[in-house]
Each structure stands twice: as C-alpha cells, then as structure tokens.
C-alpha cells in the first residue's frame, strides 16, 4: 500500500494504482477537468502508476502544464483523424506557428485542397475519435529503434533530430496504431479531448483550442500583420533548408552554419533598411514608436534602424519612455501591492505630451531622465530642438497605444511592433512556442547585466507575461510595420549560456519544473560557439559583445 497526502488529506492506495484511478475519486462534475498531477515535486501523466508514498496535487486544463497537455492531445487526435481518412492518398499535415487562439496547419502531399467540407470531414472523425475513447499509450524506446520508424514512417524531420540527440530513450505516443513523437506531456486517452474546432485560413486551417479560462472554443481572431510577418520568415526558412531543428543541427555538423548565419544577417540587415526606406517616404513622420513584448531586442533594433535611418540623410534621436516614469511614490500598484510599472498610469501621460507637442512645434525642450536608483525623475540639462530631418525614435511597452500620444497628429507617428516570432520549428508536427525563444534569450541577459537567476526570472516570467497580453498585444495589429527579430540559429548560440543557468536551479524550487522542460528544448540543438557572431548581431543584446550600449 502507498500513503499519499493529498492536500491536508492523508489516504491509502495500493501500489499500482494509475494517478488517473485516483482523479475520479476527486474529481466534481462542476470542476475544471483534472489531466495531469505532481506527485513529489514531479509533473506525471495519469496513465503512470503510485510506486511509491508522497504528495499529490492536481493540475487542470487551466494550469499551463495542463493547456500544453490538452493542446498536444487535439493535435495528436486531428492527425489521426487525417491520416485515417487521407492517409492512403499520401496527404499529411504540418502543424506550423500560433495564431490567435489556435494553430495554423497546412495539407502536403496528395492534391487534397482546404475547404469548408474538408474541414468538417476532418472535425466530424475527431469527435469520432473523442466519443470512443481511446487510450493514448506512451512508447518508451531507444533511439536508435525511434530513428528507424520514424524512417519508416517517412517522417524525415524527426528522424534528423533525433540522429543528432545524445539521449538514449525517446517516448512515442501510439493512438489506435498511429505513432508520433510529442515534445511533452499528453492526456491519458481521446474521450479528454472534447472542444476544438477547425476554420479555413490562409492557405490552410487554423486547430482552434478551448479558451484558457472558461474552456470554450472561441471565434476565431486572426492577426493577419502577425501571422504573415511570421509565415515570411517560415518561409524564408524552408529556401535556406533550414526549416527544423534537425535540418539546423545538419548545418552545424556539416560545416554550412557560418553561411545560414551571414544570410540571415544579411536578410535582417536588408529588412532593416528597407523600413528606413519606407519611414524615409513615408511623408513628415517625426515620431517613430516601436513597442515589443519583454527580450524582443528592441534596443539593437533601434540603434540599427537610426543608423540606416542616419544614412538616409535623417537625424534620430533615442527617446526611452522609461524616462517618463512617475515618481516612484506616485507609481500604481497592482493587486498584491506592488509597484505597477507595466501599466500606462506608471508614466506621466500628460508631461510627455506637452514635451512632445513643443518640439513637434519646433520649441527647446528640456527632457527628463529618470534616476532608477532613487526612483526621481532629473532634470540634467538634455535640450532638444527638432530640425526639418531630426525625428524622435520612441520606445516602450506603450509605443502602439494612442492613449499614450493622444496629442500627436497621427500623421507624425510611424508605428513598429516587434516580436521573436520564432520561425524554426522541432519538427513538423512541433512547433517551437515564441515565448520559450524569449524566456531563454531573457535569462541569458538577466544574468549577464542584472546578477539574476535562472530561477527569479522564470519566477517572475508569467508576471511579465501577463503585463504583455494587457498592454501590448492589443495594439500589435495597429502597426504600421512588424519586424521579427527571431533568428533561425539564435537557440543553438543560446544553449551554451542557459544551460548552467538552468542547471542551476534546485530540484524542489517551483521553477524547476519549468527549467526542466527548458533544458529538453536545448537537449534538441548543437551548440553553436558564438566567436563568428557579428558585434552588431541582435543576438548580442542577450550574450553580451554588442557594439552599441546594451
């Protein structure tokens, strides 16, 4: 028999029990559904067994270990249902980039089109599926045996990234005799996955997953400007021969790498110019607003646009908006009492306005300098006057959002949102999350300019996170421009600096588990030595050897 204390509970189960046995005891009708537990620290699927006594707690489809699970398991049941029903006509599905509130997929293979009735033959042998319940079983088997069916399976990608991983045992899932390879974990069986859905979308379909909160499926809110910014850059990818992980590492251990980094330098760099170009013809803009989400490498972006803009014949000057904090003691604070700095009230709207309008009405203006050590703005004698070429490059979390520059024509602002749209992807049916690209590229530059640890930034990430659903991505799509600062080599330049950062982190700290899965994304990659990295890389931003002050 084993004891597990389950809250302030203390029960008996015999060993063997699965962890999903033990659910049903617990789980209410009129509850979010219970899909994955810890036990001992260690997040579990249901279908393992009690081997031993510990602690139990439940994770559910709220819970971000628990949306993953969901998510990977509507994935898993959509490419059953394909395989089952076009399979032998050759058509197969890739599973690309986030959008909105789903995932974009495409058909390859066979001639089968996207349609409305595709889609709903498609949708209709998922609920199939759903309705049947059937178990989904997790293969534990060597590498070497995992490479030789995916090779047999004509799965190409998987099979290049795991003849480049080092460790010995990979885990399969298996539903109804279709196998695949899942980064992470899944739901014990088909009859968990009941709300999906299926729309048409640009040149395939978007997966549509339940709402995190409420665990409807909602209408589907396309980012058009996002979604395309990042499908260029997938795009871009593929004619490189670099479209996954396993192709990257083939690159690096071939020798080609140096080449798939000078063009995509190059491609950057030209990308850059062409904005200034468009800025530059754009008519009288003389403030250029450039918000992002946290490690979007905003501040090498600007130095980069201001000097192609400079060669233009234009005069930027940098304006960060942290210089318009209020005082620290006038700061709101959020709900536990904190100070608030992500919030617009955090600034001084209307003094920021008033500067603005002067110069824009071609006054002097003495601009602040906020002192972050005693929390006051300063006043040290930075006068601005703008001429017929200089222009204000303004950047900020608030850059997009009117309410911050309700004063400007907006005829004077020229907005840019930019991202890590990460356009690498595992393989075909995983695709890489953009937020992990920046969490790694935030970790490594916490440590390297802050002294923090792998531990407080992650324990700090869903803070920032949150701060950026409510206060950036509403305005991304307002945009004038999207850059994507994502490079496709950057993760395998990153892993030689996160890994001991994430080593680091104790095994009982809450983080860990997190760290954990962290770690496994760059157990993926070969290490790239960053010695051939241009100073002038946005890479550097993060790593550190940048030519500008970052």
Not at 68 to 78: D, E, H, I, N
Not at 210 to 215: E, I, L, Q, R, S
Not at 510 to 518: D, F, S, T
Not at 519 to 543: C, G, M, Q, T, W
Request: aromatic share 10%; net charge negative; proline share 3%.
């Amino acid at each position: 028999m084993s004891k597990i204390k389950i809250g302030d509970e203390e029960v008996v189960y015999e060993i063997g029990t699965t962890f999903e046995e033990i659910v049903k005891d617990y789980q209410k009708d009129d509850e979010q559904q219970i899909v994955l537990v810890y036990f001992n620290g260690r997040l579990r699927e249901l279908n393992k067994k009690v081997k031993e006594d510990g602690t139990l707690s439940f994770v559910t489809v709220t819970e971000k270990p628990g949306i993953k699970a969901y998510r990977r398991s509507v994935c898993l049941l959509m490419q059953k249902a394909i395989h089952d029903l076009y399979g032998k006509k050759g058509v197969r599905v890739r599973v690309l980039q986030t959008t909105g509130n789903g995932q974009y997929c495409e058909l390859t293979g066979g001639d089968l089109a996207v349609t409305g009735e595709v889609l709903k033959e498609i949708k209709e042998q998922m609920e199939r599926l759903s309705q049947a319940d059937l178990p989904i079983h997790k293969e534990n088997r060597s590498t070497v045996d995992a490479v030789r069916l995916f090779h047999d399976l004509g799965m190409t990608d998987k099979e290049k990234l795991f003849g480049y991983r080092r460790s010995s045992r990979v885990n399969i899932y298996e539903l109804d005799g279709y196998r695949d390879y899942f980064y992470g974990y899944m739901l014990p069986s088909t009859g968990y996955v009941k709300q999906f859905d299926l729309v048409c979308y640009s040149h395939g379909f978007v997966l549509l997953y339940p709402d995190a909160k409420t665990g409807i499926v909602k209408a589907f809110q396309p980012s058009d400007k996002l979604f395309e910014t990042q499908r260029a850059s997938c795009l871009w990818g593929e004619k490189m021969g670099v479209k996954n992980i396993g192709e990257l590492n083939e690159a690096i251990a071939t020798g080609r790498i140096q080449d798939v980094m000078l063009m995509q330098e190059a491609q950057m760099e030209a990308q850059i110019g062409d904005l200034a170009d468009i800025i530059a013809h754009a008519g009288n803009k003389k403030f250029i607003m450039i918000a992002g989400p946290s490690s979007s490498g905003k501040t090498t972006f600007s130095h980069r646009l201001s000097i192609h803009l400079s060669a233009l014949g234009m005069k930027p000057h940098p304006i960060p908006l942290d210089d318009y904090y209020l005082d620290r003691d006038k700061t709101p604070r959020d709900e536990n009492g904190n100070y608030d700095f992500e919030c617009l009230e955090a600034l001084d709207v209307e003094l920021f306005n008033r500067d603005m309008s002067a110069l824009l009405a071609g006054e002097r203006v003495e601009l602040p300098i906020f002192n972050f050590k005693t929390g006051k703005r300063e006043y040290r004698g930075k006068y601005m006057r703008l001429g017929p070429d200089d222009v204000l490059v303004i950047e900020g979390i608030h850059g997009l959002n009117d309410r911050l520059s309700y004063s400007l024509p907006q005829e004077s602002k020229f907005k840019i949102y930019i991202s890590a749209l990460t356009q690498l992807a595992i393989d075909e049916h995983n695709a890489l999350p953009t937020t992990d690209g920046r969490l790694l590229r935030r970790i490594v530059r916490d440590a390297r300019t802050r002294n923090t640890t792998a531990q407080d930034t992650i324990a700090m990430w869903d803070s920032v996170r949150r701060g950026e659903e409510k206060y950036i991505f509403p305005f991304q799509e307002a945009a004038d421009y999207i850059f994507n600062s994502a490079l496709i080599y950057e993760l395998a330049v990153l892993k030689t600096y996160a890994e001991p950062l994430l080593f680091n982190i104790p095994k009982d700290a809450p983080e860990y588990v997190e760290a954990k899965r962290l770690l496994k994304i760059l157990d993926y990659f070969l290490a790239i030595p960053s010695e051939n990295i241009h100073h002038n890389s946005l890479v550097r931003e993060f790593i550190g050897g940048s030519c500008f002050n970052v």
